[in-house]
């Protein structure tokens, strides 16, 4: 009786495992979630401050986990970072398995059920809010925004990438790709330099740095130089 009791005392835990949240912490480890215009109201009162997102800019290569391939961002994806070398999301308390921001979390982690995924597949790709809906009522800001996104968009560095490693040789299409992962540079030392508050949302307003996104061309930057050259590393 003992036996048969706790064998069904063990079906109703893995019962409950397929059905209910543990707080293994899979999910959280995996990196934090993308932002959608459910959330905004979660941004806008300060529950997830800016400094925690980044963006990944329309064109910018990433991997899709569900389509499990690599291809151009349709639009702004708004993530929350993940912690520094880490796959954590930043948000995440290892010590107590658990969220640090759980009473406010986003809506891919209130969907999210690892036992069913239907939910999140349904919604993962679709509301993606973006930097405007965001910061559309701060006129300076958003201004810098768009310009920035005019000067250094991805499509741009795609073609010049292109043109780049077609022919090392293409002195035009280097100088070109150069010049905008400098004035990428530039523009966010200037915003550390005048004004420190808005620096910490640097990656939210700007996507991450040029000058470590280059590499998903095959393309690196040296340091002492500037100049582009293919990256031979393969691993």
């Known amino acids: ?14 019962q409950i495992k397929k059905n209910s949240c543990t ?4 999910c959280c480890k995996k990196g934090g979630p993308s932002i ?13 401050p800016l400094k925690y997102l980044f963006t990944i800019r329309p064109h910018e290569p990433l991997f899709d986990n569900v389509k499990e391939r690599i291809e151009p961002a349709k639009t702004d994806i708004i993530k929350i970072k993940n912690k520094k070398n880490s796959h954590e999301c930043i948000f995440y308390d290892p ?8 009473e406010d979390r986003p809506l891919e982690c209130r969907k999210l059920t690892c036992w069913d995924t239907k939910e999140i597949l349904s919604l993962y790709d679709t509301t993606r809010i ?3 809906e965001l910061v559309f009522s701060i006129d300076e800001l958003w201004n810098l925004v768009q310009h920035h996104q005019d000067r250094c968009s991805y499509q741009k560095v795609e073609t010049l990438a292109g043109q780049v490693k077609e022919n090392k040789n293409n002195h035009t299409a280097l100088q070109k790709l150069n010049d905008i992962i400098q004035y990428d540079s530039s523009l966010r030392q200037l915003i550390i330099e005048k004004n420190p508050m808005i620096s910490e949302k640097l990656e ?3 996507g991450r740095p040029l000058t470590l996104t280059i590499s998903l061309y095959g393309l690196k930057l040296k340091q002492s130089s500037g100049i582009m050259e293919e990256n031979n590393n393969k691993s």
Do not use: V
Request: glycine fraction near 6%; proline fraction near 0%; charge should be negative.
């Open 1 to 14: 009786m003992i036996t048969q009791q706790q064998n069904t005392d063990n079906q109703h835990d893995l």
């Open 23 to 26: 707080r293994c912490g899979i």
């Open 36 to 48: 959608h215009f459910e959330d905004r109201d979660l941004i806008e009162k300060g529950n997830i």
């Open 95 to 102: 010590d107590h398995s658990g969220c640090q921001i759980y």
């Open 130 to 132: 973006s930097r405007k």
């Open 204 to 206: 939210f307003l700007f």
